[in-house]
């Protein structure tokens, strides 16, 4: 089995590093420091780092003292890739400046799960988890589907369709589980609103639903747009094999 990558995580903020630290430790072994000074030290001691989540805005070392510092202080350590994570507006110059600095990409904050994982991913040149989001009125099934997904996938919920609307402009999605039967915005209204966003239209949606899987209705989820249905109570058998299936029909996912 491989052995887990070592991300250090440099921020000030104990809220930012704690934060950071749950998104990432089930995939990743996690160094946190609170300083640059601190973290030079980790670096200094450590037997492997493969990447350094580097914050820029801190006091007595900033994120572009560090990265001009470190290959002075410890030479041996100077290729480690940095990715800045940042409160800072990312402006042009910003970029370029981190760029200049020695940084291979940047984040923004507050930071997005799947959007750090996707990062780190394309750095460490390693498969990134899929981002599934799961819609579902239903806080226990919500809770279960995130049980069942999140070993092999990035998990997000959503308690309605409004919701999940409002996440799809401002987060990318591979897979949409979509159920049925909600109020205010049913599955079926979902679809029409989805499929009337252009950025969204091709994400694939598998219907989870309750309600009996007659003819009619599976013909109903095809004309819609879904591209599967799952019966409730979820298993995690089928759950992982209607997903890989629609993942392995879907190049571009």
Same mark, same amino acid.
Not at 108 to 137: F, G, Y
Not at 143 to 163: F, I
């Given at each position: 089995?491989?052995? !887990?990558?070592?991300?250090?995580?440099?921020?000030?903020?104990?809220?930012n590093l704690r934060s950071m630290k749950l998104m990432?430790?089930?995939a990743f072994n996690v160094l946190p420091a609170t300083?640059?000074?601190?973290?030079?030290?980790?670096?200094?001691?450590?037997?492997?780092?493969?990447?350094?989540?580097?914050?820029?805005?801190?006091?007595?070392?900033?994120?572009?003292?560090?990265?001009?510092?470190?290959?002075?202080?410890?030479?041996?350590?100077?290729?480690?890739?940095?990715? +800045?994570?940042?409160?800072?507006?990312?402006?042009?110059?910003?970029?370029? !400046?981190?760029?200049?600095?020695? %940084?291979?990409?940047?984040?923004?904050?507050?930071?997005?799960? %799947?959007?750090?994982?996707?990062?780190?991913?394309?750095?460490? *040149? &390693?498969?990134?988890?899929?981002?599934?989001?799961?819609?579902?009125?239903?806080?226990?099934?919500?809770?279960?589907?995130?049980?069942? #997904?999140?070993?092999?996938?990035?998990?997000?919920? %959503?308690?309605?369709?409004?919701?999940? #609307?409002?996440?799809?402009?401002?987060?990318?999605?591979?897979?949409?589980?979509?159920?049925?039967?909600?109020?205010?915005?049913?599955?079926? *209204?979902?679809?029409?609103?989805?499929?009337?966003?252009?950025? +969204?239209?091709?994400?694939?949606?598998? +219907?989870?639903?309750?309600?009996?899987?007659?003819?009619?209705?599976?013909s109903q989820t095809i004309s819609a747009g879904m591209?599967?249905? &799952?019966?409730?109570?979820?298993?995690?058998?089928?759950?992982?094999? !209607?997903?890989?299936?629609?993942?392995?029909?879907?190049?571009?996912?």
């Amino acid at each position: 089995m491989e052995s !887990k990558k070592t991300i250090l995580i440099i921020d000030d903020s104990p809220m930012n590093l704690r934060s950071m630290k749950l998104m990432l430790e089930d995939a990743f072994n996690v160094l946190p420091a609170t300083s640059g000074s601190a973290g030079m030290l980790v670096i200094n001691s450590a037997e492997t780092i493969d990447l350094i989540l580097l914050d820029i805005d801190m006091p007595a070392m900033s994120g572009f003292d560090f990265m001009s510092l470190l290959p002075t202080l410890l030479p041996e350590k100077a290729r480690i890739p940095v990715i +800045c994570v940042t409160g800072i507006d990312a402006t042009a110059d910003f970029v370029a !400046k981190t760029v200049s600095a020695g %940084a291979v990409d940047y984040i923004s904050k507050p930071v997005n799960k %799947a959007v750090l994982e996707q990062k780190i991913a394309k750095v460490l *040149d &390693i498969p990134a988890k899929k981002t599934v989001l799961i819609i579902d009125d239903a806080p226990e099934t919500l809770r279960q589907m995130r049980m069942l #997904l999140k070993a092999r996938y990035n998990p997000v919920p %959503a308690n309605s369709g409004e919701a999940a #609307l409002r996440m799809l402009r401002s987060e990318p999605f591979d897979l949409i589980l979509l159920d049925i039967d909600m109020p205010n915005m049913s599955g079926f *209204d979902f679809m029409r609103r989805l499929r009337s966003i252009p950025e +969204c239209s091709a994400i694939p949606v598998i +219907c989870v639903t309750g309600m009996e899987a007659t003819v009619d209705f599976v013909s109903q989820t095809i004309s819609a747009g879904m591209a599967d249905y &799952i019966s409730k109570p979820v298993t995690q058998d089928v759950l992982e094999a !209607k997903i890989d299936k629609i993942v392995q029909e879907s190049p571009t996912i």
